[in-house]
C-alpha cells in the first residue's frame, strides 16, 4: 500500500488560510488520483478536492471552488491542499487518500489507502 503523511494541522480563524501537504510514496496501483477528504465531527468523510498526478489536472466540489486550490510537487511526490477563506463549517479532520481513488466522483475503494487526518479546527 501507498504511504501516505499529511502535515500538521492547526487552529485557524474565520475568513483565514492555512496548507495541507500530503507526500505519497509506493503507489502499488496504477490509478494517480490523490484526494482530500475532510470529515467534519458527527458526519461522513466527503471528498472536497482531488488531483490526477499524472495529467495535472483537478476537481474541487461546489463548496471548495474558489477557496480550496491543490497544488503538486513532483519532485517530492507531494500534494498540497491551499485553503482560504475558511469557515467555522470547514472544521474537519482533513485525510487524503490514494492508491486509488476515483477523481471525478470522489469515490474510494476498499483497497484505498489513507493518510491520518489532521485536526482543521475554525473558530468564528
Known amino acids: 500500500q501507498v504511504q501516505l503523511v499529511v502535515s500538521a494541522g492547526a487552529l485557524v480563524q474565520a475568513r483565514g488560510s492555512l496548507r495541507l501537504s500530503c507526500a505519497a510514496s509506493?503507489?502499488?496501483?496504477?490509478?494517480?488520483?490523490l484526494a482530500w477528504f475532510p470529515q467534519a465531527p458527527r458526519k461522513q468523510r466527503e471528498g472536497v478536492a482531488a488531483?490526477?498526478?499524472?495529467?495535472?489536472?483537478?476537481t474541487y466540489t461546489d463548496p471548495a471552488k474558489g477557496r480550496f486550490t491543490l497544488a503538486q510537487d513532483t519532485a517530492k511526490n507531494t500534494v498540497s491542499l491551499q485553503m482560504n477563506s475558511l469557515k467555522p463549517e470547514d472544521t474537519a479532520m482533513y485525510y487524503c487518500?490514494?492508491?486509488?481513488?476515483?477523481?471525478?466522483?470522489?469515490?474510494?475503494?476498499?483497497?484505498?489507502?489513507w493518510g491520518p487526518g489532521p485536526p482543521v479546527p475554525v473558530s468564528s
Open positions: 487518500a490514494a492508491d486509488p481513488v476515483r477523481c471525478m466522483t470522489f469515490s474510494p475503494y476498499p483497497s484505498t489507502s
Open positions: 488531483m490526477d498526478t499524472w495529467r495535472g489536472s483537478t
Open positions: 509506493g503507489y502499488t496501483h496504477s490509478s494517480s488520483c
